[in-house]
């Protein structure tokens, strides 16, 4: 039942920030509005990238751990900075600019883009719900891009503190009827 309510609430999160992202860069509306399947997915991952879901994930070892020369012994707290990681610039060129087209050039790999946590679902820390979270995302982020609507003033700023991290006001659309 988690596995179907996770990835539910996280779509929900993922179509506010597409439309706060919308408003803020005009130009990937025009991109996304005449987008095929590929520049929609390349919005998607730069959703999730731009805003993730949570800023952290944390786990403890289960047993004592080597990775990069480093011993980690069993029981010991983990977290990952899943905001840095997402926004690292050896990772991301100019990482805090949105751009849907970085995803177009260079897909992004399994421990690249970690908003859903990293690795493997199966042997690793990452949500089993994010690929059906991509795809709905991306058929929704089109239809989003060609909506006639116009954000009325509202608090647009994002509280990164709370998790997961949130628009103050949501996000209010209102649409013209057609």
């Known amino acids: 039942m988690l596995n179907l309510l996770r990835p539910t609430v996280a779509v929900a999160w993922f179509v506010m920030y597409s439309a706060h992202a919308l408003h803020h860069w005009p130009a990937e509306r025009t991109r996304l509005a005449a987008a095929d399947t590929e520049a929609a997915m390349a919005f998607t991952h730069e959703v999730r990238r731009f805003y993730p879901f949570a800023p952290l994930l944390a786990a403890r070892a289960r047993r004592d751990l080597y990775f990069d020369g480093m011993t980690i012994p069993s029981n010991t707290l983990g977290v990952l900075d899943v905001f840095g990681q997402n926004h690292h610039q050896d990772l991301w060129p100019d990482p805090w ?3 849907s087209a970085r995803h177009i050039e260079r897909p992004p790999g399994m421990f690249d ?4 946590g990293g690795g ?3 042997s690793g820390h990452r949500c089993p719900g994010e690929p059906a979270t991509v795809e709905i995302l991306t058929a929704l982020a089109p239809r989003i891009a060609a909506l006639d609507a116009r954000l009325p003033e509202q608090d647009l ?3 990164r503190h709370r998790i997961p991290a949130r628009v103050n006001s949501g996000v209010v659309l209102e649409v013209t009827p057609t």
């Open 157 to 159: 700023s994002v509280t």
């Open 113 to 116: 883009l970690v908003p859903q």
């Open 97 to 99: 600019t949105f751009s």
């Open 120 to 122: 493997d679902p199966v």
